[in-house]
């Protein structure tokens, strides 16, 4: 075999050592899926919102990424889903979310479906 057949052959081997588990298996994990937000309630305080999204009973809240403008806040509702047999049925969901500036009458909106979801 020549030097950079060798080469490539251990780059290879590397590359998919470092992919896997102490046990040789591609990591698993349940799959994390955007959902769509029905509504929002925003707290006294102007940085506390509870919202509402449509998920299935199989499945939890996993995180949310929010994008601050002048004028509209964007969210984006990610659910992890804990097993793959499972109805998709719509079934209402809620997360609290902390801002990190005041709402401060802006209107909020579903980054997934671009619709308002909010308006103070």
């Known amino acids: 075999m020549s030097v950079p057949r060798v080469?490539?052959?251990?780059?290879?081997?590397m590359l998919a050592a470092g992919c896997t588990t102490k046990t040789?298996?591609?990591?698993?994990?349940?799959?994390?899926?955007?959902?769509i937000i029905n509504n929002v309630e925003v707290g006294d305080d102007d940085l506390t919102l509870t919202v509402r999204?449509?998920?299935?009973?199989?499945?939890?809240?996993?995180?949310?990424?929010?994008?601050?403008?002048?004028?509209?806040?964007?969210i984006t509702i990610y659910a992890l889903v804990t097993t793959e047999e499972c109805q998709r049925s719509g079934l209402q969901q809620t997360a609290?979310?902390?801002?990190d500036q005041p709402l401060d009458n802006r209107i909020i909106i579903d980054?997934?479906?671009?619709?308002?979801?909010?308006?103070p």
């Open 7 to 13: 080469a490539l052959l251990v780059a290879v081997v």
């Open 24 to 35: 040789k298996e591609l990591p698993q994990g349940p799959p994390r899926e955007i959902r």
């Open 53 to 74: 999204y449509w998920g299935t009973e199989c499945e939890e809240f996993s995180d949310s990424e929010v994008d601050y403008g002048i004028t509209q806040i964007k």
């Open 96 to 99: 609290d979310i902390a801002l």
């Open 111 to 119: 980054a997934n479906s671009d619709t308002v979801v909010y308006e």
